[in-house]
T-cell receptor, first 115, second 111 residues
Framework: DAGVIQSPRHEVTEMGQEVTLRCKPI?????LFWYRQTMMRGLELLIY????????DSGMPEDRFSAKMPNASFSTLKIQPSEPRDSAVYFC?????????????FGDGTRLSIL | AQRVTQPEKLLSVFKGAPVELKCNYS??????LFWYVQYSRQRLQLLLR??SRESIKGFTADLNKGETSFHLKKPFAQEEDSAMYYC?????????????FGAGTILRVKS
């Protein structure tokens, strides 16, 4: 398996622009997680989906952030409008639900820079 | 409330020295714990999970329910062990489960 695939790997854009991050989970995994990693705040869970349904979005910082999972093999995280403080590395992870000892598998991340 | 505490932001040791990365948790249920490692500018990778009771890359971790700890240990550090280490707790939710991560500890192994 190719693992969790994220795109783009790097994104540099000007503030105010819309940013869309993409994730393809591992085939057969039915849970998907979006995280944000910064030096100041470490690793933060933004939102997670179970069977394509958003379960907990309490970590989404503001209404400017939205996430969708239209099918089992694709998810997006959108920021509109983007701000410099959104600059971070965004990770997607997937896991097979059913037992709590199932680990999450992470993608390579998207390094986002908002100028 | 569920919480994972990694008290050290940075741990610096010499090559060949023993390593112990501390992790304490708070959880009312039965704990399921993991250690993840992140090498420079790479993805987080699962290092080990307590249920497996295995040793990966010379690292071990024992769950101590009395002390609510899951410290990561290695008897002889190597330079390639330099990385960020995260301890994580699996928390059961109404639908599925999620991981609660500690703040992470940077391990720096000096030659």
């Amino acid at each position: 398996d190719a693992g969790v695939i994220q795109s783009p790997r790097h994104e540099v854009t000007e503030m105010g622009q819309e940013v869309t991050l993409r994730c393809k989970p591992i085939s057969g995994h039915n849970s998907l997680f979006w995280y944000r990693q910064t030096m100041m705040r470490g690793l933060e869970l933004l939102i997670y989906f179970n069977n394509n349904v958003p379960i907990d979005d309490s970590g989404m910082p503001e209404d400017r952030f939205s996430a969708k999972m239209p099918n089992a093999s694709f998810s997006t995280l959108k920021i509109q409008p983007s701000e410099p403080r959104d600059s971070a590395v965004y990770f997607c992870a997937s896991s097979r639900q059913g037992a709590r000892n199932q680990p999450q598998h992470f993608g390579d991340g998207t390094r986002l820079s908002i100028l | 409330a569920q919480r994972v505490t990694q008290p050290e932001k940075l741990l610096s040791v010499f090559k060949g020295a023993p390593v112990e990365l501390k992790c304490n948790y708070s959880y009312s249920g039965s704990p399921e714990l993991f250690w993840y490692v992140q090498y420079s500018r790479q993805r987080l990778q699962l290092l080990l999970r307590h249920i497996s009771r295995e040793s990966i890359k010379g690292f071990t971790a024992d769950l101590n329910k009395g002390e609510t700890s899951f410290h990561l240990k290695k008897p002889f550090a190597q330079e390639e062990d330099s990385a960020m280490y995260y301890c994580a707790l699996s928390v059961l939710m109404e639908y599925g489960n999620k991981l609660v991560f500690g703040a992470g500890t940077i391990l720096r192994v000096k030659s």
